[in-house]
């Protein structure tokens, strides 16, 4: 196959540096963006006189004459050709003739890849927020249906107060909320194109880069044609977008590995989630949980990979460049596939809502509020804090909850204590007085639940 810069040479590239130079087999990916800004470029150049509107024509139907072949599997993308845009134009001309060659006119394929690149990502960006809002979305009817879910809440994966479940996944819904925003801030700050930027330093046609920009929904050309051929800070940004992303669903099936254990017996994952052991019948693993953890490594990998890939190449574009595709491309496909199967996961899981009661019980996370019923009958604090930690002490003792003492027990440490203690020390007191915004308290859940909603009707 003869390259589309083989003028230059006299002799044939050896067959070993051809493939190890070759694109087409990860590049392939994004053949609708290189027809889509294939088509615009015609556009532009039939619009400035460059191109006859006749050409236009030929050129714009044979493009999506080749789009739709490659569509239906008519057509195959193979790797006779070196990369995505030697396939098109290779087609294009076997189909529509000398015209065919007129679209490369004004452009490099510096500036083609980064328009392509770009125009890839930006559709990925709104196909990931589709996902985080899915599951933002199960999130939200899980804190619906759990204000009065009472479960431990943890610090150092000890006990330590009494929350609900629906303040417990409600942070989680903060996170991915953040998660939202940040590939918007992505999407917005990359929104610029670079065609018409050329090899690195323009063209000396009279392109109308604005009227490109407008035709694929940028909000203008990019400003500087050397940045514009080497920028890859999207694919940096949109990689540590998708480390933050899979770290907080690592977080979140960390945390449903432990409730799944018969030491915690929190939840009940759906069979369609789960798989057993080959020799143990008694077993039902977290599988999907252990999987998007573990695919958590392999995306910061591919940030790390792009990061280190930058940091030494000098102005313009550099091969090296070429290596932001396939581990971007790979990383994507992780993000969208744990997001999907994630949502299925916990949207399909069963609370068993005595189980994190009683845990919440058994593990004294009603001390806190055993003592501050001390401060409110007027023990300072500090002490307030010894007598309780003796109480504990009793309990543990006795292989009881502060629930499960007896007001003589109490006294028997303080005589402060009477018997409104019982109801001060309840999951429900414990947790309904908690009523600043942010806290587990039902009256503000209600609120953050409603702010929420408006959240997601509104993005």
């Not at 493009?63 to 995505?84: P, Q």
């Not at 409730?259 to 077993?283: H, L």
């Not at 004294?364 to 009958?377: G, K, P, S």
Request: proline content about 3%; hydrophobic content about 35%; glycine content about 6%.
């Amino acid at each position: 196959m003869a390259q589309l810069w083989g003028g230059r040479f006299t002799k044939e590239t050896d067959k070993l540096v051809y493939n190890f130079n070759a694109s087409i087999s990860f590049d392939q990916k994004f053949y609708e963006q290189d027809i889509r800004g294939s088509k615009a470029h015609v556009a532009m150049l039939a619009k400035q006189g460059i191109l006859t509107e006749t050409e236009k024509e030929d050129i714009t139907k044979g493009l999506d004459g080749i789009l739709e072949d490659v569509r239906s599997g008519k057509l195959e993308i193979t790797s006779a050709y070196e990369d995505i845009h030697s396939f098109v134009e290779a087609n294009l001309i076997d189909r529509i003739g000398d015209a065919g060659k007129k679209l490369h006119t004004g452009r490099s394929r510096n500036d083609q890849v980064a328009l392509d690149m770009k125009l890839y990502v930006r559709d990925e960006i709104d196909e990931t927020d589709g996902l985080l809002k899915k599951l933002l979305e199960a999130l939200q009817k899980i804190m619906e249906e759990n204000i009065h879910t009472y479960m431990p809440g943890f610090t150092h994966l000890q006990k330590a107060q009494p929350v609900t479940l629906a303040h417990h996944v409600g942070a989680y819904f903060e996170m991915f909320v953040r998660d939202r925003s940040r590939l918007a801030d992505i999407r917005k700050r990359m929104n610029t194109c670079p065609l018409g930027a050329g090899a690195l330093a323009g063209t000396t046609y009279p392109l109308d880069r604005e009227y490109t920009a407008q035709l694929l929904g940028f909000d203008g050309p990019t400003r500087n044609s050397m940045d514009s051929v080497s920028d890859r800070d999207y694919v940096i940004e949109l990689l540590s977008a998708f480390a933050t992303i899979m770290m907080h669903m690592s977080r979140f099936s960390e945390e449903i590995i432990l409730w799944n254990s018969n030491e915690y017996r929190f939840v009940e994952i759906d069979d369609a989630y789960s798989t057993g052991s080959s020799i143990m019948p008694q077993k039902k693993n977290p599988d999907i949980a252990e999987l998007v953890r573990g695919k958590t490594g392999r995306v910061y990998g591919a940030l790390t990979s792009i990061l280190t890939t930058m940091k030494g190449i000098p102005l313009a574009y550099n091969k090296d460049m070429q290596e932001d595709k396939e581990l971007t491309f790979d990383a994507i496909d992780t993000v969208k596939g744990c997001l999907a199967l994630f949502t299925g996961m916990v949207s399909t899981m069963q609370f068993h809502k005595k189980n994190m009661e009683a845990s919440a019980k058994n593990g004294f996370t009603n001390a806190t509020d055993a003592a501050d019923y001390l401060v409110n009958h007027g023990v300072p604090f500090r002490d307030a804090h010894g007598i309780v930690g003796r109480l504990v002490l009793t309990c543990i003792d006795k292989g009881i909850s502060l629930d499960e003492l007896s007001l003589e027990e109490y006294k028997e440490i303080s005589p402060v204590f009477e018997e409104d203690i019982y109801d001060a020390i309840s999951m429900q007191t414990c947790v309904e007085k908690r009523m600043t915004i942010g806290a587990p308290g039902p009256e503000v859940m209600e609120q953050v639940i409603a702010q929420n909603r408006r959240y997601l009707e509104e993005n």
